[in-house]
Antibody, heavy 118, light 108 residues
Framework: EVQLVQSGAEVKKPGESLKISCKGSGYSFSNYWIGWVRQMPGKGLEWMGIIYPGDSDTRYSPSFQGQVTISADKSISTAYLQWSNLKASDTAMYYC???????????WGQGTLVTVSS | EIVLTQSPGTLSLSPGERATLSCRAS???????LAWYQQKPGQAPRLLIY???SRATGIPDRFSGSGSGTDFTVTISRLEPEDFAVYYCQHYGSSRWTFGQGTKVEFK
């Protein structure tokens, strides 16, 4: 069974840094793209970017380029999303999801809630 | 950049009724690149339809997807209580994905 397990909820202050994680199991982690999706409170889904853990090839949405960093460590089957300078507007639920080979995402993590507040 | 516009914003229906959700692209897109997701409150999205018309694993056959070019539809033939949720269409193009703004299917 494919599983993506994300790290727990975070509460941070503006200006702080943060790295959240997404651990895959039940499949060959290196061989499938992992995407990240933001959902701000009460809002819709926004695609942030995607990484191929096998070679760390990464693509970003123009909206998020330079705002976040996506990385992966294939040795521990884990993808990451990180911020160096959090803002209150980064408060959201963040999902990781697996791209199985087509142009969609078939398995999703449970989400990580990030709250940024002074 | 392709923009996906979903309609209606909210659909108020009763169990047993038919639901028709629309997703319109700002320019013609390949059906291969069009997917639909269901999201219930407090849950992660779930893949429903990919390639515009292929049901994902475990999705009941009351869900069907259709369309081509700029107009795509997902139909729920007879609404079950567990189908009341928000539905999003998604498109891939130019090395990025975009989502529509969502349609909420609510109890009438």
């Amino acid at each position: 069974e494919v599983q993506l397990v994300q790290s727990g909820a975070e509460v941070k202050k503006p200006g702080e840094s943060l790295k959240i994680s997404c651990k895959g199991s039940g499949y060959s982690f290196s061989n499938y793209w992992i995407g990240w999706v933001r959902q701000m409170p009460g809002k819709g889904l926004e695609w942030m970017g995607i990484i191929y853990p096998g070679d760390s090839d990464t693509r970003y949405s123009p909206s998020f380029q330079g705002q976040v960093t996506i990385s992966a460590d294939k040795s521990i089957s884990t993808a990451y999303l990180q911020w160096s300078n959090l803002k209150a507007s980064d408060t959201a639920m963040y999902y990781c999801a697996r791209r199985p080979g087509g142009y969609y995402y078939d398995d999703w993590g449970q989400g990580t809630l990030v709250t940024v507040s002074s | 950049e392709i923009v996906l516009t979903q309609s209606p914003g909210t659909l108020s229906l009763s169990p047993g009724e038919r639901a028709t959700l629309s997703c319109r692209a700002s320019q013609s897109v390949s059906s291969n690149y069009l997917a639909w997701y269901q999201q219930k409150p407090g849950q992660a999205p779930r893949l429903l339809i990919y390639g515009a018309s292929s049901r994902a694993t475990g999705i009941p056959d009351r869900f069907s997807g259709s369309g081509s070019g700029t107009d795509f539809t997902v139909t729920i033939s007879r609404l079950e209580p567990e189908d009341f949720a928000v539905y999003y269409c998604q498109h891939y193009g130019s090395s990025r994905w975009t989502f529509g703004q969502g349609t909420k299917v609510e109890f009438k």
